[in-house]
Nanobody, 126 residues
């Protein structure tokens, strides 16, 4: 059974930090790019990933303009886990964060992702 399980969300003050984890099982983790997407309250899930880490050994990364310089994505293939370190959080970062897996090396749009987690809530207070 394919599973992606997010954890690490919570309530934090503006300027604070959180580290999200995405634990994967049931598929060839190393062969998949992993992306983080988010859905703000009252809005649809954003079609473009917040951040992506590629499936290649050199682990190329992508960051949306809104989070570049504040978020860092990494992966531990031995643990089949991807992390999203979020620093300098802003109230506009408040959302449910989803991780997803794609067979495309560096896909940034949700349509290229075929496995999804259930999400973890991140709330940033001002």
């Amino acid at each position: 059974e394919v599973q992606l399980v997010e954890s690490g969300g919570g309530l934090v003050q503006a300027g604070g930090s959180l580290r999200l984890s995405c634990a994967a099982s049931g598929f060839s983790f190393e062969a998949h790019a992993i992306g983080w997407f988010r859905q703000a309250p009252g809005k649809e899930r954003e079609r473009e990933a917040v951040s992506v880490i590629s499936s290649s050994d050199d682990a190329n990364t992508y960051y949306a303009r809104s989070v570049k310089g504040r978020f860092t994505i990494s992966r531990d293939n031995a643990k089949s886990t991807v992390y999203l370190q979020m620093n300098s959080l802003k109230p506009e970062d408040t959302a449910v964060y989803y991780c997803a897996a794609s067979t495309f090396t560096m896909a940034t749009l949700e349509g290229f992702y075929n496995y999804w987690g259930q999400g973890t809530q991140v709330t940033v207070s001002s």
